[in-house]
């Protein structure tokens, strides 16, 4: 890379967007090259999203955009305005109990994939109350964890299944 | 001090026998369901890594990176790069500050340059730092920097290495030949030479050993900001008082009271990069540049920079074994090249040595140095331990017509001693005696139905047209390490909870909720009570949790500490307290010896009288309290008011402290009782050579259960990694031109939530460990043992032995003959 291009690229102008993260609105000067998980862990300090792979291959980095999963690693920031984002955070302020269930089955380890697990599962519960054993490894086949934390995830996302059926009004999915 | 127990801490030092002193009943230790307690934290995105820190002003650091195998810099222009707006430092190689070896990490420290001029292999760290106000400016500067290189002829096969007139892959330390002279590490006993003259039969076989990598989630990375002459460090690294050692040799000697040290929750790297000889090369070059532009700088690796650093125990390994028809082994000889070894080389025949009765075992292990990245241990460096075991262990199986289970069982015992001697041992060290491996075989021959599906080699065509296989593994327990620990604890006043100082790099085993588990039993306090803060550096350097010794290790620690914190609580519930110049108070429990009362709950009470009680936090009292106001002859003053019932706490601080120096099995020290032993059942699709994993049964006898969830994360897991390496992970390098043609987790396979079918992990419990309660490591165990296993299960499926490791399609079709 030349001097110009470096330059090029560096003068290209911030611009403004709108995103709504975890129930708030966002006004936020952004360049183009910027991903949605750089904004989020750099300009709004959720650091819960994680970077593994950097390329789309792992699941670390996954958010909820207008209630499906996406890879925040391979969105740019730009492409975002106007969209509703939730994350761990959000997921975990909510007090859903995919997080006490993700605790009590001891579904992380070192733990650094886990955020993107438990948004993964989230997606997968909205939009599926009921998933059986091979509808939750088809949805988490995304996520990797090194640790080999597979098995307890299975059992965790199940019980919060269950929890959600107990306590949601209708018997299905959350908004 | 209190005697009794600060003596049977001592007493407990350098332990080579049984616990002397466990506990009757336990109310946490071994308990299930127990709320680990970095369980929130992690679920909830809370949990803050090293690559998450943010400070007011911080920059960032990027290392350029060496685009040949073997090459040096002969010039190099970074003024386009310094010009880059956005950049405020590029280091050089010719800095003058530079220009010395420093004290940069490993295993133990090592002086290495900071920022060398020669890169050994693609992808190295080499001349140049850029910083600036982002990562992807930081970026942009190493592009601009023009580099003129003197390449230098490279070597990659570790065979091609060692012949004579190979290129010479690093002329600098090695000048004469890549074999490492300093590497050679012999071991044995017996004759070999009579060991194979009493063999019936005698078989000779090599195998190759691939590179894998960790390829642990948070990139390596670390952060330094100077608060005026105080250093503050955020490390990503497992073992952090190593850091902290290293540092103050830095910039002349920093004292190490000025030295602050952040080791906070690991995106693991399974011993890795922590033991890289380097590792502290980027601290080093943040340091520098921090002091130059007065910022703090985060120093990181990209994705495919950490791919580079790969297991210690990658080679080639020529084995011959001799046996009797009825499977005893009369001798096993083993010669072991491996690679880029960044250590000292532990030996390759070391399982035969502690884990049998073979009389007559010869092993040598040479190091040979390759333009490839530096070798350490991942996950443990017992890889090809662990394989040549497992392949004496079924090929003499398979050459004699026998069960492997029984080969292992007929050849159990420890340092040419067989299991009745090594039985001996174990009562004579005050264990209780069981036959670990006939315990472990057992529970694990049922869970995978060895008996029912046990079939000839080749012979188990399934319906849906793939081979069925079945394959057994087996070794001892570990926990490896020579280490010390030093624990401090703490009854906070005010609530009365517990705070447990000692620096540690979390890995994700949960070892932190079973020091407190400890703690809690050992106190009488409630669990919920007990916190372990290991993030933050308060002076005591407690164990990593390399070679599985973290509860071996730092359990005693806890355990001593717990003890005497118990015993000072009690003493001076019966002394009297707040002694003034004035007066002193009554005791808490007046009249009573201390062997009277208990602690349960956080309640200290009369063991007669129950009801006679008072909670530690009424104890200890509040903080910063002055004690009732008193008049100058001692009488309380404003008697009938709030004053007077001003809590009269004067207790001293209830602190203590307990340590642990234990030395190490790798020093011939201790004999291996606990054994472990796994199965798995596969099935080999004989068109494309892929090999589905159905079914891992892991048996690991860990003597005592702290922590259910964290032991049996370490076998589920360590068995799910475990297949990963030895199905699908392998670094690859292109041979022409040396550059690595994998780094990144699209072409590097780690297993999958679907790739690795059930994992059954059963756990043995016979008390025979060296650990506190009998406990022994597992840490490392299962991801290290298993990648053997999928051989013996493959040639069980399709009757011939797949030649290198992994068990990848290409080399399971080559091995039947279709490729």
């Keep these: 890379m030349n001097m110009a291009i470096v330059e090029e690229k560096r003068t290209v102008s911030e611009q403004a967007i709108d995103l709504e993260v975890n129930g708030e609105a966002h006004r936020l000067s952004v360049q183009p090259q910027w991903t949605l998980l750089h904004v989020l862990q750099e300009k709004l300090g959720l650091t819960g999203t994680k970077e593994f792979c950097g390329e789309g291959a792992c699941g670390a ?36 109990p995919l997080i006490e269930a993700y605790i009590k089955h001891s579904c992380m380890q070192c733990g650094f994939c886990t955020p993107g697990f438990v948004v993964t599962a989230k997606a997968l519960l909205d939009r599926n109350p009921n998933p059986t054993v091979d509808e939750i490894k088809e949805a988490m086949v995304g996520n990797l964890c090194r640790c080999g934390t597979y098995p307890a995830h299975i059992k965790a996302i199940q019980e919060a299944a269950a929890v959600l059926k107990v306590t949601a009004p209708t018997g299905g999915a959350r908004p | 001090m209190t005697g009794d127990e600060k003596q049977r801490m001592l007493e407990l030092f350098d332990n080579k026998r049984a616990d002397k ?17 970095d369980g929130y934290e992690k679920a909830s995105g809370a949990a803050k890594y090293t690559v998450d820190v943010q400070l007011p002003g911080m920059l960032y650091g990027r290392f350029l990176t060496s685009p040949h195998p073997h090459a040096e810099i002969v010039s190099m222009d970074t003024s386009a790069a310094e010009k880059l707006p956005g950049v405020r430092c590029v280091l050089r190689y010719d800095d003058p500050e530079l220009q010395n070896e420093e004290s940069l990490g490993g295993h133990e420290l090592n002086s290495v340059m900071p920022l060398p001029r020669v890169a050994y292999f693609q992808g190295e760290e080499v001349g140049a730092f850029a910083v600036a106000d982002s990562e992807a400016i930081a970026e942009d500067a190493l592009r601009l920097i023009k580099v ?26 090695n000048p004469e030949s890549n074999m490492d002279t300093r590497g050679i590490y012999m071991e044995g006993h017996g004759d070999v030479a009579k060991g194979f003259a009493e063999a019936d039969k005698i078989l000779e076989f090599k195998y190759t050993f691939g590179l894998n990598t960790w390829a642990g989630p948070e990139r390596p990375c670390g952060v330094w900001r100077w608060n005026g002459e105080f250093a503050e ?15 103050s040799t830095w910039f002349g000697g920093l004292a190490m009271n000025k030295i602050d040290v952040h080791c906070l929750y690991q995106g693991a790297s399974f011993g890795g990069w922590s033991q890289m000889a380097w590792n502290l090369g980027g601290t080093y070059c943040a340091a520098v540049v921090a002091k130059r532009v007065n910022r703090p700088v985060k120093w990181l690796f990209n994705r495919r920079e950490d791919f580079y650093g790969s297991n210690m125990d990658a080679g080639v390994f020529y084995i011959k074994v001799g046996a009797k028809l009825d499977g005893t082994i009369t001798a096993v000889e083993e010669r072991g090249v491996v690679v880029n070894q960044a250590m000292p080389v532990f030996g390759i025949a070391k399982h035969f040595l502690e884990n049998t009765r073979v009389h007559h075992v010869h092993g040598r292990t040479e190091a040979v140095w390759v333009n490839k990245g530096p070798t350490v241990p991942t996950r443990c460096e017992q890889n090809s331990n662990c394989y040549s075991l497992d392949l004496v262990t079924n090929r003499v199986a398979e050459a004699l017509g026998l069960d492997p289970v029984e080969v292992a069982l007929k050849n159990d015992g420890a340092e040419g001693h067989d299991i009745d001697w090594l039985n001996e041992r174990k009562a004579e060290l005050g264990f209780p005696v069981t036959d670990s491996l006939r315990v472990c075989v057992e529970k694990g021959k049922a869970a995978i139905g060895w008996d029912e599906k046990r079939h000839p ?41 517990v705070t447990i100082f000692g620096c540690r790099g979390d890995g994700g085993q949960n070892a932190e909720t079973a020091y407190c588990q400890i703690a809690a039993d050992e106190l009488g306090f409630r669990m919920e009570d007990v916190r372990f803060k290991h993030q933050d550096d308060a002076g005591f350097f407690t164990m990593t949790p390399d070679t599985s010794t973290n509860l071996s290790v730092n359990g005693w620690a806890t ?26 108070f009554p005791p808490a429990f007046p009249g009573k010896r201390a062997e009277e009362l208990d602690i349960k709950d956080g309640v200290i009470f009369e063991k007669a009288n129950p009801a006679n009680r008072m909670t530690v936090a009424d104890f200890v009292g509040p903080s910063g309290a002055q004690g009732p106001l008193m008049s100058p002859v001692g009488e309380p003053i404003l008697a009938g008011k709030e004053g007077l019932d001003y809590p009269i706490r004067f207790t001293p601080p ?65 068995a799910i ?25 699209l072409n590097y396979k780690i297993p999958t939530l679907m790739d690795v079918g059930e994992v059954e992990t059963i756990l043995v419990e016979s008390g025979m460990g060296y650990g506190p309660y009998g406990t022994v490591g597992i840490g490392e165990d299962v991801a290290t043992v298993v990648p053997a296993l999928i051989s013996p299960a493959v040639h069980n499926a399709i009757g011939t032995w797949v030649e290198g490791f992994p068990i990848t399609p290409d080399r399971v079709l080559k091995a039947l003959g279709k490729a």
């Excluded at chain 2, 290189?149 to 012949?163: C, H, I, S, T, Y």
């Excluded at chain 2, 717990?562 to 110049?581: D, Y």
């Design chain 2, 654 to 718: 209830m602190f203590e402290h307990g340590w642990q120096v234990q030395r190490g099995t790798y020093l011939g020290v201790r004999l291996r009782f606990c054994r472990q032993a796994h199965f798995m059942e596969v099935e080999v699709d004989p068109e494309t050579g892929e090999v589905d994993v159905i079914k891992v049964v892991t048996v690991n006898d860990v003597g005592k259960v702290i922590n259910w969830d964290g032991c049996e994360g370490q076998a589920y897991g360590g």
């Design chain 2, 559 to 584: 355990r001593h500490a717990a003890r005497m914190l118990r015993q000072k609580l009690l003493e001076a519930a019966i002394a009297p307290r707040g002694v003034t110049q004035l007066t002193s």
């Design chain 2, 457 to 497: 080699a080749g012979a188990k065509k399934l319906p849906n047209g793939k081979m069925h296989g079945l394959g057994f593994t087996w070794t001892h327990e570990w926990d490896d390490s020579a280490g010390t620990s030093e624990i401090g604890m703490y009854v906070e006043r005010n609530d009365g909870t």
């Design chain 2, 21 to 37: 002193y466990p506990r009757e009943t336990y109310d946490v230790i071994g308990k299930r369901g127990v709320r680990r307690t």
């Design chain 1, 61 to 96: 980095c996954t958010v909820i955009m207008d209630g499906r999963p996406v890879l925040s690693c391979m969105m740019l920031a730009i492409e975002c305005s106007g969209k509703t984002i939730e994350t761990v955070e959000g997921i975990a302020k909510a007090n859903h």
């Design chain 2, 148 to 173: 003129e290189w003197k390449q230098r002829p490279f070597v990659l096969d570790v065979e091609k290495a060692q012949e004579p007139g190979a290129p010479l892959s690093n002329p600098e330390n």
């Design chain 2, 721 to 745: 990694m475990g297949v990963g390496r030895g199905r699908t992970e392998e670094v690859v390098y292109d041979q022409r031109t040396g550059i690595m043609l994998n780094g990144n987790l």
């Design chain 2, 233 to 247: 460090v955020w490390v990503k690294q497992q073992r952090p008082h190593i850091c902290k050692r290293a540092i």
